[in-house]
């Protein structure tokens, strides 16, 4: 599977977050506060990967409801941001279909925020060097490998290959 495309490319770049923290935590009193992303200059974005069957998904859906004019994928009934409990119970619905009672018991996937967690730890154990991971969520290699170092599993035989193969042995 071949990354051909990035987010940015299909949505366009909104170097721009509006994350849910609450009236008490917002200095206008609002539910979300408008902000730049984490660590960046103003106006600056990042490109992220995106995998072929999301990106069928996301063209897909702007075929069908284009972005609002504030440039939000999805949106609430009367336009503006969608209610955090709306998508909190579309996935809670979503994990409830897919997962078995187990599973949906367990942390997995609990919160939306864990596809991130999942993301990276893919990448990483997929063999993606940890500069790119790191370069592509945002972080530093020294918080990527903070958090995710404990994820990366299964790696020693290809690690000591790879080694093997640049010392020049058989």
């Known amino acids: 599977m071949a990354f051909k495309t990035t987010l940015g490319r299909i949505l366009g770049d ?4 509006a994350p849910d923290v609450g009236k008490e ?5 609002t539910q979300r506060e408008a902000r730049q992303l984490k660590h ?15 990106v069928r998904f996301l063209r897909s859906h702007l075929a069908s409801f284009p972005p609002d004019k504030d440039g939000r ?4 009934i009367n336009g503006g941001d969608l209610p955090t409990i709306t998508y909190r119970r579309a ?3 979503a994990r409830v279909e897919v997962l078995t ?15 991130r967690h999942a ?7 997929a063999g993606v060097p940890p500069t790119q991971v790191a370069a592509w969520a945002g972080h530093s290699v020294d ?20 080694i093997s193969e640049a010392l020049g042995e058989a």
Do not use: M
């Open 14 to 17: 909104h170097p721009l977050a």
């Open 25 to 29: 935590w917002t200095d206008a009193g």
């Open 40 to 54: 960046r200059a103003e106006g600056d974005s990042r490109t992220v990967p995106c995998a072929p069957e999301l």
């Open 73 to 76: 994928l999805f949106s609430g």
């Open 91 to 93: 996935w809670d619905k």
């Open 101 to 115: 009672e187990a599973e949906y018991a367990s942390p997995l996937g609990k919160r939306i925020y864990d596809l």
């Open 119 to 125: 993301c990276l730890s893919t990448w990483l154990n």
């Open 143 to 162: 918080v990527l490998l903070k958090i995710y170092a404990k994820c990366i599993v299964g790696q020693d035989e290809t690690a000591k290959r790879r």
